[in-house]
């Protein structure tokens, strides 16, 4: 459905379709000769500006408006569903296994000289980074590319 201003109503149908939009649930339960008595209208009022909204009847503007509210429904719902698999994974037990590993790499990379990042393909670009994340942060740190790269020619002094 169009916005408002996009309908040339009148004053009695723009009152309807305020009513209409501000209400979506009470119009889904009702009937057009008691919705038109809560609006203080004829029916026919109401099928004017249903017309002039874009549906042919008053049962297609209930069924636009279910559409509309399930979508919501289950937007919300997909919404939760997603934030439940996410507290599920940062609350589960394997976090702490995950937290002595990093401890332990950690530990290695302090008592290091100088780190090598290495890869190939989208393994050589995640290396290139990790190199400059490290480097940033003052840790002697290389990538390399290249799986014919003469490593023998690197110093033995680099553990």
Do not use: W
């Not at 069924?63 to 997909?78: E, W």
């Not at 990790?130 to 003052?138: K, T, V």
Request: hydrophobic share 35%; glycine share 4%; charged share 20%.
């Amino acid at each position: 459905m169009q916005a408002n201003q996009d309908f040339n109503f009148t004053a009695t149908e723009t009152n309807i379709y305020d009513f209409l939009i501000s209400h979506k649930a009470e119009v889904i339960e009702s009937n057009l000769r008691d919705l038109a008595k809560t609006i203080h209208v004829s029916p026919a009022s109401v099928l004017r500006c249903i017309k002039k909204m874009g549906c042919d009847s008053f049962y297609e503007l209930k069924f636009n408006f279910r559409n509309q509210q399930s979508a919501q429904i289950n937007s919300q719902s997909q919404k939760n569903y997603l934030i439940d698999i996410a507290r599920d994974f940062f609350t589960r037990p394997l976090l702490s296994e995950y937290q002595v590993t990093l401890a332990n790499i950690k530990k290695m990379i302090r008592q290091s000289k100088t780190l090598c990042f290495f890869g190939v393909g989208t393994s050589g670009i995640l290396a290139e980074y990790g190199a400059r994340q490290f480097a940033n942060f003052g840790i002697d740190a290389f990538y390399n590319k290249d799986p014919y790269y003469p490593y023998q020619r690197i110093s033995k002094d680099m553990t």
